[in-house]
T-cell receptor
Framework: ETGVTQTPRHLVMGMTNKKSLKCEQH?????MYWYKQSAKKPLELMFV???????ENNSVPSRFSPECPNSSHLFLHLHTLQPEDSALYLC????????????????FGDGTRLSIL | KNQVEQSPQSLIILEGKNCTLQ??????????LRWYKQDTGRGPVSLTI?????NTKSNGRYTATLDADTKQSSLHITASQLSDSASYIC????????????FGTGTRLTIIP
């Protein structure tokens, strides 16, 4: 039980489909993150939200569209993806992003394994 | 450019043996260094976080060391168990920017009976 739940765990979609990934945290955290994890590469930060406001977009293509309706929920809307977007997408949360909160760990969900056909 | 390099890329050891994983970084200015364990098919789980003033920190059979002068860290695993088989990821946080983490590619550890 990690406190961060991601659904679905697996997703297969065609390049023309539209789908959404969901993340929910039950830890009372204020910051939430989307990461992409590809084989043999470091985790890539995609987006950061703090108190529902997007504070970082790491040059992510517009075919990935995040949404954070409240501090407990985070979505990643997908459309017109490319085969190179196949990867494990991890959501994480933390108490905050700066100051003393920066010394607190991030809590990760178990990810959504995305495959683009 | 901020970088985190981990070695070895993979390691296989017998159950019950000890091992040490290495992490070298060039991140500046330094805020803290984290070690995560990632089981296959799961998300990373935090093992330790070390700030500039800490040079050793333990979590059960896991002991992390930090040398901020040489910008090196190690993760020592004592009396390994089959459940230690996982990827171990070193992450360094910079104080520059609101949330600036640099991730290593990880060490894949396999414990064999």
């Amino acid at each position: 039980e990690t406190g961060v739940t991601q659904t679905p765990r697996h997703l297969v979609m065609g390049m023309t489909n539209k789908k959404s990934l969901k993340c929910e945290q039950h830890l009372g955290h204020n910051a939430m993150y989307w990461y992409k994890q590809s084989a043999k590469k470091p985790l890539e930060l995609m987006f950061v939200y703090n108190f529902k406001e997007q504070t970082e977009n790491n040059s992510v293509p517009s075919r990935f569209s995040p949404e954070c309706p409240n501090s407990s929920h985070l979505f990643l809307h997908l459309h017109t993806l490319q085969p190179e977007d196949s990867a494990l997408y991890l959501c994480a949360s933390s108490q905050g992003t700066g100051g003393a909160d920066g010394n607190q760990p991030q809590h990760f969900g178990d990810g959504t394994r995305l495959s683009i056909l | 450019k901020n970088q985190v390099e981990q070695s070895p890329q993979s390691l296989i050891i017998l159950e019950g043996k000890n091992c040490t994983l290495q992490c070298n970084y060039t991140v500046s200015p330094f805020s803290n260094l984290r070690w995560y364990k990632q089981d296959t098919g799961r998300g990373p789980v935090s093992l330790t976080i070390m700030t500039f003033s800490e040079n050793t920190k333990s979590n059960g059979r896991y002991t992390a060391t930090l040398d901020a002068d040489t910008k090196q860290s190690s993760l020592h695993i004592t009396a390994s168990q089959l459940s230690d088989s996982a990827s171990y990821i070193c992450v360094v946080r910079s104080t520059f920017g609101n949330e600036k983490l640099t991730f290593g590619t990880g060490t894949r550890l396999t414990i064999i009976p």
